[in-house]
Nanobody
Framework: QVQLVESGGGLVQAGGSLRLSCAAS??????????MNWYRQGPGKQREFVAA???????NYADSVKGRFIISRDNAKNTVFLQMNSLKPEDTGVYHC???????????WGQGTQVTVSS
């Protein structure tokens, strides 16, 4: 069974930084064609795309986080990271990791980690 577990969320002041982790189990990220994504859902808002990284390392970001967030992957640790800098109150929300397994045509979501940015 494939599972994704996020960690690293918390409370931070505006302008601060946090690093989120998404650890995968049940499937080796480097041995399967996949796109690893971060999504977030703020209070009273719909879930929105934040960032993505392919197996080959290509990245894509939402305009709202470009220049502040960095997505990366460590194949040795079977983990994907989201480095969040210059955080703003509007970055507050539950951050979810999602894996798109291209060879299988399926997706897996993690349970999410809360990020709260105070002004």
């Amino acid at each position: 069974q494939v599972q994704l577990v996020e960690s690293g969320g918390g409370l931070v002041q505006a302008g601060g930084s946090l690093r989120l982790s998404c650890a995968a189990s049940g499937r080796i990220l480097s041995s399967s064609s996949n796109v690893m994504n971060w999504y977030r859902q703020g209070p009273g808002k719909q879930r929105e795309f934040v960032a993505a990284i392919t197996t080959g390392g290509s990245t894509n970001y939402a305009d709202s986080v470009k220049g502040r967030f960095i997505i990366s992957r460590d194949n040795a640790k079977n983990t994907v990271f989201l480095q969040m800098n210059s955080l703003k109150p509007e970055d507050t929300g539950v951050y979810h990791c999602k894996a798109d397994w291209l060879g299988y045509g399926t997706s897996t979501w993690g349970q999410g980690t809360q990020v709260t940015v105070s002004s």
